[in-house]
């Protein structure tokens, strides 16, 4: 598969869509602003586009080990499986189906209204959240084109994109409980979650993650 094949089937899913609307969206409406002479560009906006891009991958990283594995939890005594993490464990059974490789929207929706309301308390300015949110949803929309790649059919030829592809393909065959890291591949040695292959024992758990291998969404 050729990388531009790769993208007009990635073009075909809603999720990257909905990430793209989301992100021109922040973006028009902090352009709007500052042309409109309501709030021109800042200096602080940098500060603020530094800083969410270089936090989200390490987002990327503890959501995927703390969230996305968290598996069964009990409340009142009932077991419940959160839908994120049920997604995900269905994602390991089956890796190359694609229905389990793109966000859902529910999530995407849902994580929006959290972020942008977060971003706001943290700015306490439209200008600000627009930035904020502009960069988070363009962080997130480079890890769909990302995620995807490495469960497609492209081969990978980059030196940086093959890391990404060894270490999520060892998440998925080797052992689901290392390589969590994703667009900066590098987290997983500084976080202690990046050992040896050679030496981790095959999980038997790495396509089930523990749960219903038959069980569908």
């Not at 939890?73 to 490789?101: C, D, Q, V, W």
């Not at 050992?195 to 038959?214: C, E, I, Q």
Request: glycine share 6%.
């Amino acid at each position: 598969m050729t990388l531009g094949a790769a993208f007009r089937y990635f073009a075909t899913h809603s999720s990257p869509w909905l990430l793209f609307v989301i992100c021109s969206s922040f973006w028009s409406t902090r352009a709007y602003l500052a042309l409109s002479g309501n709030s021109p560009f800042t200096s602080l906006e940098l500060y603020i586009a530094f800083g969410v891009l270089t936090y989200w991958p390490f987002q990327e990283w503890w959501m995927h080990r703390w969230l996305l594995h968290l598996g069964s939890i009990k409340i009142f005594g009932k077991t419940i499986e959160p839908h994120f993490a049920k997604t995900h464990r269905l994602h390991h059974e089956k890796p190359n189906n694609m229905k389990y490789t793109f966000l859902p929207a529910a999530h995407i929706v849902s994580s929006l209204v959290v972020f942008t309301g977060i971003s706001y308390l943290i700015t306490s300015n439209i200008a600000h959240t627009a930035v904020f949110m502009g960069c988070a949803s363009f962080s997130t929309l480079l890890y769909e084109w990302t995620h995807y790649l490495t469960h497609s059919r492209y081969k990978p030829r980059g030196r940086y994109y093959r890391k990404i592809f060894q270490l999520h393909r060892w998440h998925h065959y080797k052992h689901e409980g290392y390589w969590f890291s994703f667009t900066v591949p590098y987290l997983d040695g500084w976080l202690g979650t990046g050992p040896n292959p050679k030496k981790v024992k095959r999980s038997h758990t790495a396509r089930t993650l523990g749960g219903d291998p038959h069980e569908q969404l």
